[in-house]
């Protein structure tokens, strides 16, 4: 099916930020329109978000990244067929991490024609990428509960603080008991005098100043408590350390607490979490360049908690490679944006899968009401998805997609995890 249009805008996110959406119009006058999610604890090693600079929007305006759609990257791609896309797109921008046309530009383009392409023949997006035969895989989702580091202004000093339903046996009911235990963490949190339990976080999550990362995991289990569930069997705890941002120097600081800790000593408080807490996910444990601490923690939890990396492998395909080579890690989280490429990350999926390593398929801080990425988790079947909290509706856009998907399409859901862990294999 061949690409005859390409249009592009600039639309905002939920931060009221602006960000890069894309048309993309077939032969047969099926289109896709896709809109490009932002971080905010952005790994330095990411594919390059194009910003305009100047007063508009605080130089956060992505007008040079539109015009790169609408001027280079349409008159290129208008002709391709819709399956080729990814290629032109590619050849189009050789730099390293998309630095002439900026990823943002080419991501937006590369989801539209996707998403034209599945419009095309007749089926979800899901099923697009699934292929014609392959099994649709509902992923376990990852709740954020408690919010800090740069998603609520340094309230914490670890960023997610998330509750994973390891005993839910449909995706609907993980998500009611995740919506359990955050209306329940509001009570708690209320109950103590945290007034501010009332507002939301970038994620949708609580934002409170807690004296300590402790108090936020004890919190994190009365919430599950007082939902009615077992901390651990029904409702396990997930923590996003992000330790990229309060990381100086090979120092890591605990701002709240007033420590600063070496790569061993941080590694050392987080096993201790695991041991008093039901933490079966810690994703970014160490900063994304601290490879050697990086492979001492793995070999210290690797064989009992998932050790996601973020800043670390950045959805790049070779530095995911690296990590495999150096066995550090155990599982990847995938943001699209972070490589520019919808084939890119597909690419870190099945380099992931063949090394034994989990996937997790995961929104940004900065997101929007579209809601390719539960398509993307289901038709990829990563086996975990990470979205935000229950709350705002850029959040709800992912969860209400996969409700959709379950209850519309042929599908598995990917719990409930036997014994509170995630199966090596999710396809
Ligand atoms: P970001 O955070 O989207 O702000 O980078 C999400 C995460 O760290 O997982
Ligand atoms: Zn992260």
Sequence with gaps: MIITKVDAWEALDSRGHPTVAAQVVLEDGS????????GASAGSHEALELRDGGSRYGGRGVQSAVKNIRTVLAPLVVGCAAADVDTALAHADPSPSFRNLGANAILAVSLAAARADAAAHGVSLARHLAGESGALL????????LSGGAHAGGMLDVQDFLVIPVGATSFAE????AAAVRTAATRVALGRGHAQAVLVADEGGLGLPLETNRAALELLVDAIEVAGFTPGSQVAIAVDVAAT????????RFARENRDMSAGELVAEIAEWCDDFPIVSVEDILAEDDWHGWRKATAALGERVELVGDDLFVTSPALLRR???ARVGNSVLVKVNQNGLVSGAAEVMDAARAAGYRT?????????EDSWLADLAVGWRAGQIKVGSTHRSERTAKWNRLLQLEATEDTRFAGPWPNGRAEGKTA
């Excluded at 289109?31 to 932002?38: F, I, R, S």
């Excluded at 509902?138 to 509960?145: K, R």
């Excluded at 993980?174 to 008991?177: F, H, S, T």
């Excluded at 941002?245 to 890591?252: K, L, M, P, T």
């Design 323 to 325: 990590g495999i080579e």
């Design 138 to 145: 509902l992923p376990m989702p990852m709740i954020n509960i």
């Design 360 to 368: 997790v398929v995961s929104a940004r801080s900065g997101e929007t």
């Design 31 to 38: 289109d896709g329109v896709a809109m490009t999610p932002a």
């Design 174 to 177: 993980a998500l009611e008991w």
């Design 245 to 252: 941002q309060f990381c100086h120097e090979g120092v890591y």
